[in-house]
């Protein structure tokens, strides 16, 4: 009789839960290693004692073919992916190149090695002088093409200048402590302090709502204001970074016009260019409008030419070309460097409307217009009470830190100054240093030789000489420190020609105002209006050139008849 367990069914699945669990294959894998296999079989073996040997029999076939077939399965696949060639990895991106544009790069050294080793050294030049003029146009050139950030490239030539023993160490960052220069820099800090109490949004705001129905009404807006503040702000550094670079900002930003950035076209590059050389014209048309203008009086004083009644006298000869080339600028602006946004109807409108939900004036506001206005008084009647300009400035910057309208962090994240600091400073030092070692004297006198050795008319010669005196300015970072260089030895050169003495000094005298707006170095409110960073430099350099070709056509065309009818010659 047999025993009720073999009459079981033969279907593993009615076995008991214990071994059905043992004998079925894993579902999560069909993958079956050796060991497990054993373990299987060892299984199996248990099983076979509770079943005949026919049932083990067929149960042990399952499982070893079930094995064989995931072997086979497995081998195979890995087969299959052998046969199959595996597709080349996607190529890793290069880095692109973060040092200089190899090009430009070449062609500015290649000024400088030319000058340097290839062009015969006047017998009147020293050999440091020579070298360094070497230097100092290379610099100049790689400002223009770029090869490097302005700031990285001015480091590269007064590295240069160092490591080839050209200047000394203290000579070479003797600009680091320059007044001028630190002026500049703390009017960034200004500029900053209008942004973050919201006091230069507030005046655009104004701004617009009073001259905002285009562009071109926002440009004449400024530039009156330039002219109306600068007889009593005798410093165009001050001007341009207290007052009116602040504004420009907050005029640009709300219209959605970023610095270093392709939006910079909409507004900002033409206020800032429009401003920038509104400046030449307002400080040529009030002695006070610039420190260098009375220097230049002293210098012809020296040299026997006497102008009488100064201060009424030069506005007199000034006042109709200057006032002419104010009128002037936008327009002629308007047309080399068009802004993206020309007309908006409705920006007073909206303009009504901001001012209204900005509230009334805030503490920080009122303390930032205070410090300003305290500033602003120092810069016009410091002189008197022996507080230079820079000094003004830096009382107003520690108001500000005091009262936390700004704080250490905002002057060091302002990179615009500190980079300005580093490139300006060069680029004066050299320039400073060429007149020390003679260089522009050697200039100056053969431009005397050769005025001589033609027998000009002094019409002639004043065209020439004015000429020269305008165009060597692309060798200075300084206004003040082209008259100290030059001017008595043009003036000279002038009386020496037969041109009548108060025209030859006011002429010089007005173009030294003039030629502040050449080129982002030629002054220190170029440098704080580059700084903005909303005009790139090779823009600098054509619109200025451009800009001064207008203002002399416009200077010589109206000035010479206005000269006349007044009795200078």
Sequence with gaps: MESSILKAPRDPSSFPASLSHRLRPHASSRLVSPSQAVAGFKSLSLASSLFTARDANLLLTQKKR????????????????????????????????????????????AVGVILRFFVPKPAAVSMQAWQLLAIFLSTITGLVLSPLPVGAWAFLGLTTSIVSGTLPFASAFSAFTNEVIWLIVISFFFARGFVKTGLGDRIATVFVKLLGKSTLGLSYGLTLSEALIAPAMPSTTARAGGVFLPIIQSLSLSAGSKPRDASSKKLGSYLIQTQFQAAGNSSALFLTAAAQNLLCLKLAESLGVIVSNPWITWFKAA???????????????????????????DAPAIAEKKLQAMGPVTKNEWVMMATM????????????????????AMLGLSVLLVLGVLDWDDC?????????????????????????????????????????????????ALGILQASYFLIHYLFASQTGHVGALYSAFLAMHIAAGVPGVLAALALAYNTNLFGALTHYSSGQAAVYYGAGYVELPEIFKTGFLCAICNCVLWVAVGLVWWKVIGLY
């Design 319 to 345: 006042s109709v070309p200057a006032i002419a080339g104010l009128l002037a600028t936008p327009l002629i602006l308007y047309k080399l460097s068009p802004p993206e946004i020309k007309d908006t109807p």
């Design 66 to 109: 079930e094995f064989l077939s995931t072997t086979w399965h497995i081998s195979a696949s890995a087969a299959g992916a052998a046969a199959v060639p595996s597709s080349p990895a996607a190529p890793v991106p290069r880095k692109p190149w973060q040092g200089a544009k190899p090009l430009t790069f070449a062609l500015s050294v």
């Design 412 to 460: 060091l994240s302002e990179k615009s100054a500190w980079d300005t600091l580093a490139w300006f400073a060069v680029l004066v030092g050299m320039a400073g240093q060429l007149t020390s070692l003679g260089i522009v004297q050697w200039m100056s006198d053969s431009v005397a030789k050769a005025l001589f050795s033609l027998s000009l008319s002094w019409p002639a």
């Design 373 to 392: 206005l305290l500033a602003v008084a120092l810069w016009v009647c410091g002189d008197k009470i022996g507080i230079p300009s820079v000094v003004a």
